[in-house]
């Protein structure tokens, strides 16, 4: 699978070109964006969330699309709650990953002060 092809996957029912999702890839670090996705590394997991946020940052803002919708019995009106609430959820995601794939470091704490 490319890479192209999992954004897609991570962004359904969001039609965009595939030079669009080249550029969301590129803008979050990826060289080649038609290159093989490999699901292992958290390097690529984390490249394909940053560009899904970046995918629904640019919907949230569109501010045509925050307005509610009426069609025959159905009115949509919590779209713009939804898309904050999945955007923070890719956020908080993103944060709770490990930044590396060293597997000799399997601790998510740091150091604030140096002796």
Do not use: C, H, W
């Not at 969301?24 to 946020?53: C, F, H, M, Q, W």
């Not at 919708?69 to 990953?97: C, G, H, P, V, W």
């Not at 399997?106 to 002796?115: A, D, G, Q, V, W």
Request: glycine fraction near 2%; hydrophobic fraction near 35%; proline fraction near 3%.
């Amino acid at each position: 699978m490319k890479f192209t092809e999992r954004l897609q996957l991570e962004t359904q029912g969001i039609t965009l070109s595939s030079a669009e999702l080249s550029v969301y890839l590129t803008e979050e670090g990826v060289t080649d964006p038609e290159a093989e996705y490999s699901p292992s590394t958290n390097t690529d997991k984390r490249n394909i969330y940053s560009a899904a946020l970046s995918v629904l940052n640019s919907i949230a803002n569109n501010p045509s699309l925050m307005k509610s919708y009426k069609s025959d019995d159905i009115t949509i009106t919590d779209f713009a709650d939804s898309l904050q609430n999945r955007i923070d959820q890719l956020e908080r995601k993103i944060r709770m990953m490990a930044i590396t794939d060293d597997t000799n470091s399997n601790s998510s704490t740091f150091m604030l002060f140096n002796s």
